[in-house]
């Protein structure tokens, strides 16, 4: 999974625990609600005052939302390379 899709989920989870809309984080951070949903849904490529910014507003460290919690990582899925053909 891309750094911006477990930065997405990361948000939307904490969002969540605290009961927050997307309308009432996006008050309190002061991006628009169709900003955060386009990067909970690993649309946008947050800057890093952004990333400072909805972690004030969450009330987490930075690095917390861009660590995989143990409920992304069920989403990530790791995909083996192909074996190479032997052409003997």
Avoid: H
Avoid at 56 to 63: G, S
């Amino acid at each position: 999974m891309k750094l911006r899709g477990v930065f997405g989920l990361n948000v939307q989870r904490l969002r969540r625990e605290r009961k927050l809309s997307q309308e009432q984080l996006s008050f309190v951070s002061g991006r628009t609600r169709a900003y955060i949903s386009s990067v909970e849904a690993g649309r946008r490529n947050a800057t890093l005052d952004t990333v400072e910014i909805l972690a004030k507003a969450l009330n987490v460290e930075p690095q917390e939302l861009v660590s995989a919690s143990p409920a992304n990582k069920r989403a990530i899925r790791v995909t083996k390379p192909a074996a190479s053909k032997s052409t003997d």
